[in-house]
């Protein structure tokens, strides 16, 4: 007999950075309703790629800081690598010192983000606790947390709120402004490194040090206990890729978080000339898929039959790819105890006390009064590749200067690894082969739905890079 199926659409999903649709096609499969297939889409197109065609190579590690508003730090730090790989400019020490703290900092306050005020709603009955918009409406599911478990991740959210603001005040110590700083260029940093701004930095990291370890990492652990069930759902690809970042040494050999890939079982190198675009199931030109980056073009082509998303399918040697802080604590051998909805909750709480413990060795490593950055000039022709991490993942940048021009410009962010579409082959994204399989108590209400998307942590505004009103 056929098996009965009904699709559920959200559109959008909230509680992300920018425009998510999912649809999930839920079927009976051993007395219960699951997910049997998933779709996931990028709403809106925005073409940073095509902006920075023409332009003076600098301008590129302004404009990409606005490609997210959440982590334009990350953005900043990856075009200056690139446009460094295209000059051959070395940086200091201090300019590599203060790249790694004011990151630091950004990532530090995306993830106490991303635990408090964009995935732990998705575990407590908040009402009579937050009574009031946007929380007085939501999903309902028997299993969410209540009486002092809800009380307490209810009050850590507001105090959340403090500490991202801190970590945030943090950064700009040494950035000048967050969250787009002025002080990125190839060679380094602009800004002056000064005792003063070393004890500032030094006394905001102690608060914002303290709630994650007084807070963020307990309830995460208290999360996972309360929750065991989500350590078995979510799964996906069973891939994972990390470019690594936070480089401890001048050349960038060493890193505080490692750069490799998990294929099966297997722990292997990155090279990134086996990475390749596909856009079958995507918005855009043929010409602008099945090629590496370096050589890629950003063409939109709304409206192309069986495509359903503005972000492209990246892959690794055609397979699809997990990005994230799992995958970073997983190539560093910090947390390998499996891959899940719940392992990736754990292991971004985990990494946030990691870096922050990093962060206050690299404040006693600077010396006050040596520069932080070396001019060179930008060649007239040239080609680079920045490679690192944002919080949600492994970003690269590629670039191509002519006649002291950018002549091509490509992205490739995280959540396009972990939100991509169907690729040519007919592979789902990540994040699609996550939610299949995905138990649904109520399709009125799918909680469990939200739950797998929201601990990717989809960023939205990074990998759909002009909606037309």
């Excluded at 200056?80 to 950004?106: C, F, Q, T, Y």
């Excluded at 945030?168 to 260029?185: E, I, K, T, W, Y």
């Excluded at 602008?288 to 892959?315: D, L, Q």
């Excluded at 947390?335 to 946030?352: F, T």
Aim: charged share 20%; with cysteine.
């Amino acid at each position: 007999m056929a098996q009965t199926t009904q699709t559920i659409r959200l559109a959008p999903v909230t509680r992300v950075e920018g425009h998510l649709d999912v649809e999930v096609t839920l079927g009976e499969k051993g007395g219960r309703l699951e997910v049997v297939d998933a779709r996931s889409a990028g709403t809106a197109f925005r073409g940073f790629e095509i902006l920075m065609r023409g332009r003076a190579p600098l301008d590129a590690v302004q404009l990409s800081q606005r490609v997210c508003g959440v982590c334009p730090v990350s953005h900043g730090v990856v075009s200056s690598l690139a446009l460094e790989s295209a000059s051959g400019v070395a940086v200091p020490d201090n300019g590599r010192i203060v790249r790694n703290l004011v990151l630091g900092a950004n990532f530090l306050q995306s993830h106490i983000l991303h635990f408090y005020h964009l995935m732990v709603l998705d575990y407590v009955k908040t009402a009579g606790l937050l009574p009031v918009p946007p929380w007085s409406v939501q999903y309902t599911s028997p299993d969410l947390a209540t009486g002092d478990v809800a009380a307490r991740f209810v009050a850590h959210y507001t105090e959340a709120l403090a500490a991202r603001r801190k970590a945030h005040q943090m950064g700009a110590v040494f950035a000048g402004r967050l969250p787009c700083s002025p002080m990125f260029a190839p060679g380094g940093v602009t800004t002056a490194v000064t005792a003063e701004k070393i004890a500032d930095f030094r006394a905001v990291l102690a608060e914002v040090h303290g709630f994650i370890a007084g807070a963020l990492v307990p309830d995460a652990q208290l999360l996972g206990e309360r929750y065991p069930d989500y350590y078995k759902l979510g799964r996906g690809c069973g891939n994972l890729l990390a470019f690594g970042v936070f480089d401890l040494d001048g050349a960038g050999t060493k890193k505080l978080l490692a750069r490799g890939r998990l294929s099966g079982d297997r722990l292997e190198a990155v090279e990134p000339a086996r990475i390749r675009e596909y856009v079958s199931s995507a918005w855009y030109t043929e010409a602008s898929g099945n090629c590496n980056p370096a050589a890629g073009v950003t063409e939109p082509r709304e409206g192309k039959p069986g495509a359903y998303s503005w972000i492209k399918a990246p892959r690794y040697d055609g397979a699809v790819y997990e990005v994230g802080p799992l995958a970073r604590m997983w190539m560093t051998g910090d947390y390998r105890k499996g891959i899940s909805v719940m392992d990736r909750v754990l292991a971004r709480a985990l990494e946030a006390a990691k870096i922050a413990d990093a962060m206050a060795g690299w404040l006693g490593q600077f010396v006050p009064g040596e520069p932080a950055y070396e001019h060179r000039s930008m060649p007239i022709t040239g080609t680079g590749l920045g490679l690192a991490e944002a919080s949600r993942g492994a970003l690269g940048h590629w670039v191509d200067i002519v006649g002291g021009r950018l002549s091509r410009y490509q992205i490739v962010t995280p959540t396009a690894w972990n939100a991509s579409p169907c690729d040519d082959a007919g592979l789902k994204g990540a994040m699609e082969q996550a939610l299949i399989g995905t138990p649904v108590g109520d399709p009125a209400n799918p909680v469990e739905v939200l739950r797998v998307v929201h601990s990717f942590d989809p960023c939205l505004a990074c990998a759909v890079h002009t909606v037309r009103i």
